[in-house]
């Protein structure tokens, strides 16, 4: 390729694409480089188990997208996308039968009606972030700055920084609002009892009022497909099956924003960049792994609490006991038996996502980084658990290991889903410690991966903020 452009990115995940739209918005000229067939990485469908069940891969719910003060921006309706909101966002059953499952309704009164004696503390705890959500979601989805809102940031903070356990149990009183948080929390992946694991109980919870936990019609790929359609109506080029393996077999341009994570970034540049930065990137850690598991069902799950069936995701774990013990043994590198899981059941709302009368669903859970171990059997047990006879409607199953997710998308080191472990010591400082965390020694080299500020999750603002940072050297 001897074209010559003013920025390439390599990679083509959602902070691929955010960054070389953002890039394209500002007039410049931008080719999108992906290594896989498909466009998309942790944002695609495909048909995994048998045809006419269109299944995610990786992500499915996007409250993160929904909500992405850069993705609000973009015209994707006009490029096909269409955001279905499930009748709720969350249910979360406990097992002890009929109609005793935590219903998350965007209604924010509604839920806490169903928490019985800390119906008052969940409101307490949510009304403030929920009445200006949207302000907040612009102050966490970026660098460590000045936020815009400082008093709702720091009254955000001061409860954000706790451990998850800690803060449920003196918070509430019951097990309905402990076991809840516990599995909203739970998505920090890193043991509950570790400071800031509150920070995405809160921002889930806040989202599924706020925004609601929205799913794409047709399957996570429309995202894709929008992102893409409106980066080429401004004129950016992409090619596919490309991976990139060095920087001299790049064509020349003014910048390079790499859609990858630290321990790819050092492969690529070789010695291009800096000693101490290199080893600053040789120090970054890498969290749990997932194991993934897409079953075609012949038809909707046989929940024992009928209200499961409304919310277009399931927590599957428990109580918080149970659930904090699940994720404190992924930590140690064990795999639970009663692992938490995270299912989607999206053919429920969207009825392209399956053949008339069947259904799909989407789950998985955490492992310890690089298990090949086969988690199926556990999954379904746990499913089993709250929807007795579940099993008998499987018609097809595709699963992933860890491992296997690796191979799948080479950003997943080990299974990590979030790019690297987002605790307080990593989160701030993610990839590296730098004025501008985007930016590297290297004035050509950028990142734009979750593995930079706000880290993990289909929003986007990995690489808007890195584009803008690349911006300044294009100009
Ligand atoms: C099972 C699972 C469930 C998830 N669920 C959700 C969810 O419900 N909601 C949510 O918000 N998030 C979810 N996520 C997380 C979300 O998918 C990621 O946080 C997000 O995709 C990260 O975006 P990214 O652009 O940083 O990287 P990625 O999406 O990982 O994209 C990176 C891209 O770079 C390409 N690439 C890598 N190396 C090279 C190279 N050398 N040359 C060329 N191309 C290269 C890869 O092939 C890939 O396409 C989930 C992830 C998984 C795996």
């Keep these: ?107 924010l009164d509604a ?29 966490l989805l970026g660098p460590l700055s000045v936020p815009r809102h400082p008093l709702l940031y720091a009254r955000f903070g001061a409860t954000a920084i706790l451990p998850a356990t800690g803060l449920a ?63 080429q109506s401004l004129g950016g080029d992409l ?5 990139v393996k060095g920087l001299n077999e790049l064509p020349k341009a003014s910048a390079y924003l790499f859609d990858i994570t630290p321990r790819q970034l050092l492969q690529i540049t070789g010695d291009r960049l800096p000693a101490g930065y290199q080893r600053q990137l040789s120090r970054f850690r890498y969290g749990p792994g997932v194991f993934k598991v897409d079953l075609a069902l012949d038809g909707p799950i046989p929940w024992a609490d009928s209200n499961c069936a409304l919310a277009g995701t399931v927590h599957l774990g428990g109580t918080l006991d149970e659930i904090a013990a699940g994720e404190r043994a992924v930590w140690r590198g064990e795999h639970p038996e009663r692992p938490f899981v995270l299912l989607a059941q999206q053919s429920l709302f969207d009825a392209s996502r399956a053949p008339a009368g069947k259904h799909t669903v989407w789950a998985y859970c955490h492992v310890p980084n690089g298990s090949p171990v086969d988690m199926t059997d556990r999954i379904e047990a746990q499913i089993e658990r709250f929807a007795p006879g579940f099993r008998e409607h499987i018609l097809a199953r595709h699963t992933r290991s860890a491992v296997q997710l690796e191979q799948y998308n080479p950003n997943y080191i080990g299974g990590d889903i979030n790019a690297g472990v987002q605790d307080l010591r990593q989160q701030f400082t993610r990839p590296a410690i730098r004025p501008v965390p985007y930016t590297t020694p290297d004035p050509q080299i950028f990142l734009c991966s979750s593995s930079t500020p706000p880290g993990g999750g289909v929003h986007g603002m990995c690489g808007y903020h890195a584009a803008q940072a690349a911006l300044r050297r294009v100009r």
């Excluded at 090619?239 to 991976?243: E, R, S």
Aim: aromatic residues 8%; neutral net charge; contains cysteine.
């Design 1 to 107: 390729m001897t074209r010559q452009y003013d920025a390439i990115v390599i990679g083509s995940g959602p902070n691929g694409l955010a960054a070389a739209i953002t890039l394209a918005q500002a007039g410049c000229s931008v080719l999108v480089i992906e290594g896989k067939e498909t466009i998309g990485g942790g944002l695609r469908s495909a048909e995994l188990t048998l045809p006419g069940f269109i299944h995610d891969p990786c992500s499915a719910v996007h409250p993160l997208g929904m909500g992405s003060p850069f993705f609000r921006g973009l015209p994707l309706e006009r490029f096909g996308l269409r955001w279905i909101q499930p009748a709720a966002p969350l249910a979360h059953p406990l097992g002890s039968g009929e109609a005793d499952a935590v219903l998350v309704e965007r209604s």
């Design 111 to 139: 839920t806490a009606a169903r928490l019985g004696v800390d119906a008052g503390r969940y409101r307490l705890l949510m009304e403030p972030l929920v009445e200006n959500w949207a302000g907040l979601l612009g102050d």
């Design 169 to 231: 149990r003196s918070l509430f009183k019951a097990e309905r609002a402990r076991a809840l948080f516990a599995g909203l929390a739970s998505h920090s992946i890193m043991p509950l009892e570790r400071p800031l694991s509150a920070a995405f109980g809160l921002t889930l919870g806040l989202l599924a009022h706020g925004v609601g936990w929205p799913i794409p019609e047709g399957g996570s790929q429309r995202v894709t497909d929008a992102l893409v359609g409106y980066f």
């Design 239 to 243: 090619v596919t099956g490309w991976m």
